[in-house]
């Protein structure tokens, strides 16, 4: 194993004429050392987070103590007590809740639709069709931004959810590439099987095409719901009651004139980081497919 | 959307392989309908908007009246206006500084992770979990962090006797707290790059190491050649989100709900903010409009440049 910071091992040399394993003793010394930097390393990124969790369950003389510690004196939940009092955190939940929700039904409807489309229907539009979807993952959102705000002002649905859950309905192109990639993959004696069968073209596409994408459609699911979750510009730009808020724009309401309610504010993110750790947890070898697809193939 | 199809092998292949005729109208016909969500969502989404904001970038519109065409002002206007440049150079600063490091860092992390150790699965899920928190709980936590008083990583230059800056508060620590703020988050560059790296051949290295190359040979003549393709995608997606870099400083900024604040000196405005700043709090869509075409001209003039230079660094599997 090639490593960037470990020295050139000296022993390298003498090993070139007769290979062998490496003295016991030494070998043991560099397996310490990896698992001292590969923890190190997990600590430095889990850091931030711990800290995240303790302020949440500190008391407020704890919360503003230096120096800091990460482990809270004493245990309480009255942080998360003040969370629910400042700001409607079910209110704020639910809302991100239906939004994220939605778009995800949008994109499981629409994108596996437009992706079969491209990989498994012969029509002459296909590869045109390829190239405006690979297009428009290049485009930057911001040269978009303001006219379709534009649109949505003109049909009168800025402060409303359509903006926010609509555009999943019509497919989105990093999600629609995804799963045609799959798809290509699938042979396709398995659909003109079907279609020799007599079936119709959407019923092969709804009871052969559907299952078998099931793992690609998965991860485009897990990936929009998170995108939606964690979603901040789309929110901030459409939402413009308190009552529609999502969690992303609500929990600035703990920012005082002069002061923040830092414990309770830790609550809230707690509380909103929560169900993305379980979908993490739970999604997990869906996330490390979905990330890997776009960069190796 | 039931279209039936004779049911004979005959058609099919001919519907397959044949252009033209009635069979590939159908197939016509049918491509169309299966990718209809995505043709309507192109419309609306994609081709109007960008000949609108095409046109919008030559008018001077504030929403409530009818766009008025004043040719190139909006553009000239730009070019004289100091707010703009500062915006530009504190996006550039991010963006050559940043792209660099976060490629380092997740090399360097994918390393540590792909040694042959036990619970190899647990430490790449701790790398990538803060890319999973959502993006305002990471910046109100980093605002936390940062905190002079109270936080933690000042705590921790302070045990090696270094004084931390109030990096919130002074114009040269907004943009390293902002790097410090993204560099938390490049798990998902890691994991590309740890796939990458399972991917060498094992018998290049056995054979470099036969020819008596050391670790960092053995990194610079094996490991680099042969993960340079995927260097290469990783520099762009970088690069594109560092031009575009909107969330992180608006949240460490913050001093508002809804508009962005500048941080002091203006040190923490970027492209991307000043853009929306123009767009939602100023109303000049014109304006904003045209900003948006000089970021999307900014990103591709880029983009084009590393793949021109792509050919003497990145190694293909022909040559």
Known sequence: MPTISAPVPTVLHADVQTPRRRTPSRHRLRQVRRYILVILLALIFLFPLLTMVSTAFKLPSDVFHAPPSLWPKEWTLANFAEAFDQIPVWQYLANTLFISGMSVLGTVLACPLVAYALAKVRWRGAKPLLIVVLATMMLPPQVTMIPIFLIWNGLGAVGTYLPLIIPAFLGTPFFIFLIRQFLLGVPDELIEAARIDGASEFRTYATIVLPIARPAIITAAIFQFMWAWTDFLNPLIYLNDASTYTLSIGLYSFFGQNTVAWGPLMAACVLFTLPALLLFLLGQRFFIGGISTGALK | ?319
Do not use: C
């Open chain 2, 1 to 319: 959307m039931s279209l039936r199809r004779p049911a004979s092998a005959q058609t099919i292949l001919s519907s397959a392989r044949k252009p033209g005729g009635r069979s590939s109208r159908r197939a016509l016909w049918l491509g169309l309908a299966f990718a209809s969500p995505f043709i309507i969502g192109f419309l609306f989404l994609f081709a109007y908007p960008i000949a609108a904001s095409a046109f919008y970038s030559f008018t001077d519109f504030n929403l409530f009246q009818t766009p008025r065409w004043v040719g190139l002002d909006n553009y000239s206007q730009m070019f004289g206006n100091p707010t703009f440049w500062q915006s530009l150079g504190n996006t550039l600063y991010l963006t050559v500084i940043g792209v660099p490091l976060a490629i380092i860092i997740s090399l360097a992390g994918a390393h540590l992770l792909n040694f042959p150790v036990k619970g190899q699965p647990l430490y790449r899920a701790l790398v990538y979990l803060p890319s999973i928190v959502p993006i305002v709980v990471g910046g109100y936590l980093w605002r936390w962090l940062l905190n002079t008083q109270y936080g933690f990583l000042n705590y921790f230059l302070g045990l090696f006797g270094i004084d931390g800056p109030a990096w919130l508060q002074e114009p040269d620590w907004t943009k390293p707290a902002i790097l410090l703020m993204t560099f938390w988050t490049v798990g998902g560059t890691t994991i590309i790059y740890l796939a990458a790296l399972k991917d060498v051949p094992q018998e290049l290295y056995e054979a470099a190491e036969i020819d008596g190359a050391g670790a960092w040979r053995r990194f610079l003549n094996v490991t680099w050649p042969m993960i340079s393709p995927v260097t290469l995608f990783q520099v762009i997606v970088t690069l594109i989100a560092f031009l575009q870099i909107f969330t992180q400083p608006f949240i460490l900024a913050q001093e508002r709900l809804n508009t962005p604040s500048a941080g002091p000196g203006g040190s923490m405005l970027t492209f991307a903010m000043s853009l929306y700043q123009n767009a939602f709090a100023f109303l000049k869509m014109g304006y904003a409009s045209g900003m948006a075409w000089v970021l999307f001209v900014l990103t591709l003039v880029i983009t084009l440049i590393v793949l021109a230079t792509s050919k003497k660094w990145v190694h293909s599997a022909n040559n």
